[in-house]
């Protein structure tokens, strides 16, 4: 058995997201891990469901769908998504998707280098899915990609807003590509094909289960360079998109609403637990993962600047590359401090011209010789 | 001249927030001070106004409109006020009041033991004057006081909300006592005097200015151990007491609205850059401020607990006195860390059972010999 069959077959054979199977493979190789699930011996929950994959019939399912199969090390494979070998496991699932099917006619690699991941509540309010049209909209006029989960609300709102652009919009679904979830979203999901892709790691023919909902939320978190969690109750599955999201080290940010409205809790307290940053518009995503066209400073004397930072803005300009570019989130951690606090202190040195936006991210205005270098 | 008389003959004569003069108050008592602004050759711009002060004039006008003069050691003047002392100046204005008239039956010490200031827009929308209105009342019946300066819009919302409950709220004004401003807002201003006070460091007689109303401000965030911005467009005189606030280590936070509401831009952008900590009602205010009544978790092993800590989660255990309670803004401080991801780790640390809400504040659960001790 070669490696996208038995790639494919691990995907009819085992549930999505299952971290002992994808370490497996890791280790051993698809084809391998597959055949020791077919083995009598095997002991495995999945035997059964391993022993019962008829590829012909699942390939043919695909054709009639219009559905290709893609796997790591295609070229229309994300890279982004093998963060998900390493990242945190949620809710005891994790792991890179054996493969993928996908329905449509863009292309996936190129489509989520430069994606951004829009999730909420199905029950949102007018408010919420006006907020995450224009939002998906103006990305989409930036040319960046919107991925969802092709939900009710925020989802719906989402992509419809990225189908008013040029922009393919990705929809990941929990389920088999041919028969997207939900039923009445079919006419919106089949205008996403047409202009982006439906995605999902699941064969045809079969249905979402919570499970899935939640595995697939990991692929919408891993795809994206950052989600936006646009409007959220306490208890909702957008939370756990977070959750992947930050377990894949990926931006969070969070779309404020009414203090009284019930979908603005969850975003609400993401922000003031410094878990999501808060974000009102496009400028606010682009800032984090994109350009935004920033003029260059003047460069004053990088010696005197440097003497006048404090701990934590000398943390921050110790944290950039000494050449290339770098993003907000990534400063973050590599600095070790709160997104929001680092944000404000990227924009401190760089009124003092230390550091400058550039074509995809901050950089330093000129490449120095660090102290102590 | 006994110190009384000088404090309230340099109230009339120098503008309120004068660093200067406030300084060499400091060092040479009021009465040396008052006295060299007097003389001839005094070549200070107070001169001409210092000559003119009549103290009996000015006595007669207080006790005409029923005010009484407080100065530094009196036990109704707040001790808070002193941190003006030595905060940051903002917009080149600092210093502790030289006094201070009140008009109202409450103790400003009393008052200003627990309050909290809420401050914003004149031109505040339906939402904003409601949010204030509910959180002053919550807070009141909380048995905290509420300070805002009397204007249109949500300061006016926050007295009603505080009047609708027991508990004094505290009105500082820009001018005279005499005649509180606004205008329209005399029967509101009434109440305030009548279950609160009015407060103001300017003379009977004297009408608010564009620097009296800076300087007020600093008397807001000083009197207050939080303020809370409700509402505010990007130029907004409430982000100049928001600057008050931080300048002398009060804790700031912010009210978020919906992302097209352009009152509500100075919150977000307050909360995305981590200068303030969103709230959305009562118990974020209490969170950082006072009780919340949580309950005590259970006590495993103490030294188990510390050993999982990563490095920040030390840093605030760290924070912690050996005994007695802290509230989450001093933590931040101590630790170093931006409050909103200091509000996180406590959640999480209180979670292991390590520290625990008290009568008004955090505290460690039990006393203990910290590592390196």
Redesign the interface.
Known sequence: MDERDARMALCCAVEPGNRAVTAAVAEYGPAAVFASLCKPSSRSRWERRAKAVDLTVVRRAADRNRLRFVIPGDDEWPEALDDLATGEPVQEMGGVPFGLWLKGDADLAQAAARAIAIVGSRAATP?GRS?ASDLAAGLGSHGIAVVSGGAYGIDAAAHEGALATSVPTIAVMAGGLDSPYPPGNAALLQRVAGQGLLVSELPPGEHPTRSRFLARNRLIAALSRATVIVEAAWRSGARNTVSWASACGRVVLA?????HSAT??TP?RL?????A?????VP?VLELVGPLGRQPPGRPDQHRLLDELN??ELAVYEAFPARGEIDAGEVSLRA???L??C??IL?RISERGLIEYGAAGWKLTRPVTRTGD
Chains 1, 2 share one sequence.
Do not use: K
């Open positions: 408010y907020v779309v404020p609403g009414p203090v603005s809790t609400h922000i003031r637990d410094a878990e940053v808060l974000c009102t518009g606010d701990a934590d070790g401090l709160a929001g606090n944000l404000a924009d």
